[in-house]
């Protein structure tokens, strides 16, 4: 199959899986708002990601290594799949000797119980979904997606509107979904037979231990970049602020929803191709398509983002959408970030991922610190677009000594530059906000229009129409 083709069908398969699940963090929002106070919403979000934080960890990143060496098709499949479940098992019992010290932990001491069976769900989730990807079951995976959005409705609705249990209900709805997508999965792809621990090779387990315990540290850092500033602005600021901070992240979700089914296939595709003779204008294509769609879904984003914000969320939580434009312009070099990170993985060579999310995080920290005490809820999310362009900067040059991809830094530029302004209108509430912003929207249609055609183009291809 030709490799462009490969990539959008692969693409469009997870999408079909994914678009329903991310989709749901929007169509929620208004049941959120309402049985949630942003008090509430402040401390359900800091349970939330703390347990995202620990999943890795206590999982060591095996996930990582399963799309890295399930694609390897020198590789046993069963050896893959048996090291994840055996690494994720053993990680979370040395995890549950942490308990006493969790319970001291002020935010979340009450949830402790909580937090350990949403680790637990999330880690046999993630090694799951991550086997059946690596495998070739794209189809069942993105089928999954699906499924798991629908469980967790079902359980929204029961455990927030019919027994009122608040915070508890919200993050029990994810741990019994992902409990049941673990065990639809193990029984549709018959997974039972992959699990094989007395015969798994010490070599490969090594080997995937080797290429996934540096991601921790970077899994880490990634995390203090994403999610320290909803801490600091909790801290210096009070629960209802990060509730406010919180939901003004969930806006830009449509940006890296549509980045994350990209990258899904992406990486199944950059891992493939990696030793064609034309990657670097197989990639380069593929990352001019990208940024256009990228920059497009972002201003678009800051043109409705008042309205959008008056649709989903309730009376209380309409100021969010004050925050939002600096974390636009962050989700634009997160997406950047993510896509040169696929070269770390694919050379396998993991050291200069960990150094450029370090120095980000470092950064982050340093600049919360000292903006959101004087600029507020704006400091923590400037200084979580200044993290991500200082690491896409870094990864630009570094990546270089991996693959020559031409990242056509002109149009980026100028992209660049009519978001930022759109991003500063609605920051000062400029006059005549709306046709300023629609003039610039145009501005950046014409900037793209050569890439904006190709994209339509293959569109058409795909569906059987030859221009």
């Known amino acids: 199959m030709n490799k462009y083709k490969k990539l959008i069908g692969n693409t469009v398969i997870f999408a079909i899986g994914s678009f329903s699940s991310k989709l749901l963090v929007f169509l929620l929002m208004p049941l959120y708002t309402r049985v949630l106070t942003t008090s509430d919403y402040g401390v359900m979000d800091i349970i939330v990601n703390t347990s995202n ?50 319970k001291r932990v ?35 995976y993105a089928f999954d997606g ?68 540096p991601l921790i540290p970077t899994t880490i850092f990634w995390w203090i970049t994403n999610v320290s500033g909803r801490y600091m602005v909790t ?68 043109l409705l983002i008042k309205p959008i914000t008056a649709i989903l969320v309730s009376e209380a939580f309409y100021p969010s959408w004050k925050y939002v434009p600096f974390l636009v312009l962050s989700v634009i070099f997160s997406c950047f970030v993510t896509f040169l990170g696929t070269f770390y993985m694919v050379a396998k060579k993991n050291a200069m991922a960990l150094v450029t999310t370090c120095v980000g995080a470092g950064l982050n920290l340093v600049l919360n610190y000292f903006l959101i005490p004087k600029y507020g809820v704006n400091g923590a999310a400037f200084a979580t677009f200044a993290c991500y362009f200082t690491v896409f900067v870094l990864r630009a040059v570094d990546t270089r000594r991996i693959v020559r991809l031409d990242l056509g830094l002109g149009r980026m530029a100028l992209n660049t530059l009519g978001v930022a302004a759109q991003a500063l209108c609605l920051l000062y509430e400029v006059k005549f906000l709306y046709p300023i912003q629609i003039g610039i929207v145009l501005l950046l249609c014409l900037v793209n229009l050569k890439s904006i055609g190709r994209l339509l183009f293959q569109a058409l291809r795909m569906v059987g129409i030859r221009l």
């Open 106 to 140: 002020e935010f979340i001491s009450s949830y402790t119980m909580l937090i350990y069976a949403y680790v637990l769900a999330g880690c046999l989730k993630s090694v799951v979904s991550q086997f059946v990807r690596a495998i070739g079951y794209v189809k069942l």
């Open 146 to 213: 699906i499924l798991s959005t629908f469980t967790t409705v079902v359980f929204n609705i029961l455990l927030l509107v019919v027994f009122k249990w608040g915070i508890n209900g919200y993050v029990l709805s994810t741990v019994l979904s992902n409990v049941l997508s673990v065990l639809f999965l193990f029984w549709i792809a018959n997974l039972k037979k992959f699990v094989k621990p007395r015969q798994v090779s010490p070599a490969i387990a090594k080997a995937m231990l080797v290429y996934s315990l």
């Open 235 to 302: 801290y210096f600021l009070g629960e209802s602020a990060n509730g406010l901070f919180s939901v003004a992240y969930k806006i830009p979700t449509v940006i890296t929803m549509i980045s994350g089914i990209f990258s899904q296939a992406w990486q199944i595709s950059a891992v493939t191709e990696a030793d064609d003779p034309g990657q670097s204008r197989f990639y380069s294509d593929i990352f001019s398509s990208y940024q256009t769609v990228v920059f497009m879904c972002a201003s678009g984003v800051l």
């Open 53 to 102: 934080l620990l999943i890795p960890i206590v999982m060591v990143s095996i996930n990582e290594g399963i799309i890295r060496f399930g694609l390897d098709r020198s590789v046993r499949k069963s050896d893959v799949l048996s090291t994840g479940l055996g690494v994720c098992l053993a990680g979370f019992l040395v995890f549950g000797l942490f308990i006493p010290l969790m």
